[in-house]
Nanobody, 124 residues
Framework: QVQLVESGGGLVQAGDSLRLSCAAS????????MGWFRQAPGKEREFVAA????????LYADSVKGRFTISRDNAKNTAYLQMDTLKPEDTAVYYC?????????????????WGQGTQVTVSS
């Protein structure tokens, strides 16, 4: 059974950094493309970043480009989202997602499995 568990969220001030982790179990992590999405209160879920199976390809939303970095460690079955220079508008629940394919981009409907989310709150 596929399982994704996010961690690393919290309350920080604007300008701070956080690193989110997404631990995978129950499947061959290196066979899956990974993505991060977020959902703020009253808003639809939006794409944040994606990485291919081998991390050779990445994609970022314009709103986080240059501030966030997606990575993965296939030996540890874990994906990461390094978030720097956080802004209040980054406040949201952050979800990791997996798709059994080399690559999956910004379309949330293409992902097969989702974690439960971790809350990130950025105060001004």
């Amino acid at each position: 059974q596929v399982q994704l568990v996010e961690s690393g969220g919290g309350l920080v001030q604007a300008g701070d950094s956080l690193r989110l982790s997404c631990a995978a179990s129950g499947w061959t992590f290196s066979s899956y493309a990974m993505g991060w999405f977020r959902q703020a209160p009253g808003k639809e879920r939006e794409f944040v970043a994606a990485t291919s199976r081998t991390a050779g390809r990445t994609l970022y939303a314009d709103s986080v480009k240059g501030r966030f970095t997606i990575s993965r460690d296939n030996a540890k079955n874990t994906a990461y989202l390094q978030m720097d220079t956080l802004k209040p508008e980054d406040t949201a629940v952050y979800y990791c997602a997996a798709r059994r394919a080399y690559w999956s981009g910004s379309n949330s409907r293409e992902y097969d499995d989702w974690g439960q989310g971790t809350q990130v709150t950025v105060s001004s």
